[in-house]
């Protein structure tokens, strides 16, 4: 059974940073594109940053590029997203999400999601 | 910069009756990639319908009352006989972006 589980949501103040987890289980994480995406409360979808199947390639949307970076760690079959320089408009619940070969950045599997919530 | 326009905004049918969710795309790619999502409150995001190429795929496990169909820059998403359990948010994406979302509501 495929399998995402994000962590490291929590309350941050303003310019902090919060480092995201997502544990993959029940496939090859290391064939996989993945991606992180956010939804604000209740707002719609928006894609975060996404990352090739070594970590040598990585995109993010132009809002928190220079403030996140999307890495992972194949051993561990680990995606994180450290985010840094915190705004309230960053507040959402962020969700990872495997790419679907081929599909042009299309998720076939999501995690459950984890709240981040930037306040004072 | 692709923009997904989804209509209407919100679908407000009963169960068993058709649902016809649009999603235009602002700019026509060459090959032609889409996905339709649906979400529930407080869950994750579920893929019903991708495309890849021009082939529309249904995911794994999603009834065959979901279809998907295009004609140019504009999708649709089909439900044939609405369920109870079909009222949801219906978002579509492509390239990473994704439309605003169609509500179906009962």
């Known amino acids: 059974e495929v399998k995402l589980v994000e962590s490291g949501g929590a309350l941050v103040q303003p310019g902090g940073s919060l480092r995201l987890s997502c544990v993959a289980s029940g496939f090859d994480f290391s064939t996989y594109w993945a991606s992180w995406v956010r939804q604000a409360p209740g707002k719609g979808l928006e894609w975060v940053a996404n990352i090739d199947q070594d970590g040598s390639r990585t995109f993010h949307v132009d809002s928190v590029e220079g403030r996140f970076t999307i890495s992972r760690d194949n051993a561990k079959n680990s995606l994180f997203l450290q985010m840094n320089s915190l705004r309230a408009e960053d507040t959402a619940v962020y969700f990872c999400a495997r790419e679907i070969p081929g599909g042009a950045s299309s998720f076939d599997y999501w995690g459950q999601g984890t709240l981040v919530t930037v306040s004072s | ?106």
């Open chain 2, 1 to 106: 910069e692709i923009v997904l326009t989804q209509s209407p905004a919100t679908l407000s049918l009963s169960p068993g009756e058709r649902a016809t969710l649009s999603c235009r795309a602002s700019q026509s790619r060459a090959s032609t990639y889409l996905a339709w999502y649906q979400q529930k409150p407080g869950q994750a995001p579920r893929l019903l319908i991708y495309v890849i190429s021009d082939a529309f795929n249904r995911a794994t496990g999603i009834p065959d009352r979901f279809s998907g169909s295009r004609s140019g820059t504009d999708f649709t998403l089909t439900i044939s006989r609405l369920e109870p359990e079909d009222f949801a948010v219906y978002y579509c994406q492509r390239y990473g972006v994704f439309g605003q979302g169609t509500k179906v509501e009962i």
